[in-house]
């Protein structure tokens, strides 16, 4: 079992900047990758941003390409998300995901196996 704990969630103007962070542990050095989901009020849950451990890829959403930026810190199997540019439409619940096997469509919440328990991001106008 793998636990995940987010934090660095909050309320922020538009245009402007947070960081998000995911702690894991438990069974981490099983795990293949790790990344961010998220949820705002009446929509389904959308892929954010993926970080692969091995050989350190990344991936993103298109609507947040250029704007956010994951990273991976492999000794300590933590998970940042710096987010730039905020608009409102950003607002939503961020969730720390991570899985143990390999993935083939990184836009699938059925592809990780673990889940944080999301943290709050509000972008005012």
């Known amino acids: 079992q793998v636990q995940l704990v987010e934090s660095g969630g909050g309320l922020v103007q538009a245009g402007g900047s947070l960081r998000l962070s995911c702690a894991a542990s438990?069974?981490?050095?099983?795990?293949?990758?790790m990344g961010w989901f998220r949820q705002a009020p009446g929509k389904e849950r959308e892929f954010v941003a993926a970080?692969?451990?091995?050989?350190?890829?990344?991936y993103y959403a298109d609507s947040v390409k250029g704007r956010f930026t994951i990273s991976g810190d492999n000794a300590k199997r933590t998970v940042g998300l710096e987010m730039n540019s905020l608009n409102p439409e950003d607002t939503a619940i961020y969730y720390c995901?991570?899985?143990?096997?390999?993935?083939?469509?990184?836009?699938?919440?059925?592809?990780?196996?673990?889940w944080g328990q999301g943290t709050q991001v509000t972008v005012s106008t």
């Open positions: 970080f692969r451990w091995g050989g350190g890829s990344t």
């Open positions: 995901v991570a899985t143990p096997g390999f993935v083939t469509n990184w836009y699938a919440p059925g592809q990780f196996h673990y």
């Open positions: 438990g069974r981490t050095s099983s795990t293949y990758a």
